[in-house]
């Protein structure tokens, strides 16, 4: 196996002890703030250490391409953006509180995901449709490292998804501004200029993330160990389940516990280090 070591700051020493303790034999650097230790034989106290030194750390088949991939889908709030929206869109309306700990309690699996979008969506209620083009304007950020991740993934040949819980009209925008091939959320109702309270059709939660993804994955002739899927919150582990790899990206516990491997502390662009890339990409 390869090790993939991955963080803000990494000490030689820190190396050259994790290839002591996995019995690499050798240490490459993939980029700045990614190394991998080659033929890595031992796992016991990898995690404990890497996480007394804050690095992120995976074991990876030596064999495993970027491009023996073929999609790859990502949750959009506090994943594929480093913001949550309709917590921002609260803000406009004053509520950002009541609608952020709402958010925060599903995140954690504590509520059913449509239960708690339509209870978010309904503090919404009289806010004026202007506040979502606001929203965009100044709050959307996209989280560290994604411009890099889907410029290796296009150009090894993957296509991109984002499937959100969230609203059609930022993943629209998304979708645009990334060139993404695929994008999903739900529809905000509008009347007379003003958000209604509700959401339009059935609500994609757990459950309509997965089925989006299977869908795509299918439509492309795909294998679900051709699949990468990124999320942070319980919402997204049904989606992550339709995937070969899963992606906890400064997730919760929960979802940590689940996937396949954990980002904590570096940008999204540390998921295309765990595999072998080109280095022209």
Same mark, same amino acid.
């Given at each position: 196996m390869n090790l993939i070591i991955q963080g803000l700051e990494i000490a030689n020493s820190d190396l050259r002890e994790l290839a002591k303790l996995a019995g690499a034999n050798h240490i490459e650097r993939i980029t700045g703030q990614a190394?991998? *230790?080659?033929?890595?034989t031992r796992r016991e106290l990898v995690a404990e250490y890497c996480a007394d030194a804050e690095l992120d750390f995976a074991f990876v088949e030596q064999t495993a391409q970027l491009s023996d991939f073929g999609l790859v889908a990502m949750d959009m709030d506090s994943t594929l953006l480093a913001i949550e929206s309709i917590d921002e869109i609260a803000d406009m309306?004053?509520?950002?509180?009541?609608?952020?700990?709402i958010?925060?309690?599903t995140?954690?699996?504590?509520?059913?995901?449509?239960?708690?979008?339509?209870?978010?969506t309904a503090l919404l209620q009289g806010l004026h449709q202007d506040a979502l083009q606001q929203v965009y304007d100044e709050r959307v950020r996209l989280s560290p490292g994604a411009e890099i991740m889907l410029q290796r993934m296009k150009f090894a040949g993957l296509r991109t998804m984002v499937i959100s819980g969230g609203f059609t009209f930022f993943t629209d925008?998304?979708?645009?501004? *990334?060139? *993404?091939?695929?994008?999903?959320?739900?529809? *905000?109702?509008?009347?007379?200029?003003?958000?209604?309270?509700?959401?339009?059709?059935?609500?994609?939660?757990?459950?309509?993330?997965?089925?989006?993804?299977k869908s795509v994955r299918e439509k492309l002739g795909l294998r679900r160990e051709q699949v990468i899927a990124i999320g942070d919150g319980a919402n997204d582990l049904k989606m992550m389940e339709e995937a070969g790899v899963s992606i906890a990206y400064h997730a919760k516990p929960i979802v940590q516990?689940?996937?396949?491997?954990?980002?904590n502390h570096v940008g999204l662009d540390g998921v295309a280090n765990l595999f072998t890339w080109s280095a022209s990409s």
């Open positions: 190394f991998r *230790l080659e033929n890595a309306h004053g509520m950002k509180p009541q609608v952020s700990e958010t925060q309690r995140m954690r699996g504590e509520i059913v995901f449509a239960e708690s979008l339509r209870q978010r925008r998304i979708k645009t501004k *990334l060139n *993404l091939d695929y994008a999903a959320a739900n529809k *905000l109702e509008i009347a007379d200029g003003k958000l209604t309270g509700k959401v339009m059709g059935e609500i994609i939660g757990a459950s309509g993330k997965a089925e989006v993804l516990e689940k996937a396949t491997y954990a980002i």
